[in-house]
């Protein structure tokens, strides 16, 4: 997919794909950045996405250790994973 979108878009650029477990978005922010700043890009998108493939494994970590749910609660005492993905356009400011 990592390289299939940009084409789609017609984007041009490097174009990086990292996986790094949890900070996989933050690296991707990273070199992000980097690029910027070296003046590869004037404009970049940094991308992160978690998608959950086996639900057998993601239900064991839903429940807290009471087995209630309190999303938002300050008893909460428990771990929920979820399915997300975020996009990041980032520009450099002008040079003064």
């Known amino acids: 997919m990592a390289a299939k979108l940009p084409f789609f878009y017609g984007f041009t650029g490097p174009n990086i794909a990292t996986e790094s477990g949890c900070s ?3 690296i991707a922010m990273e070199l992000a950045c980097k690029s910027l700043q070296r003046e590869e890009c004037a404009v970049a998108l940094a991308t992160g996405a978690n998608i959950i493939l086996h ?3 993601s239900a064991k ?6 087995g209630i749910r309190k ?4 008893s909460a005492n428990g771990y929920g ?7 990041l356009v980032l520009k450099r400011y002008s040079k003064r």
């Open 24 to 26: 996989s978005s933050m």
């Open 55 to 57: 639900m057998d494994t």
């Open 61 to 66: 970590m839903v429940w807290a250790e009471d």
């Open 71 to 74: 999303t938002f609660d300050e």
């Open 81 to 87: 994973r979820a399915e997300g993905i975020a996009i």
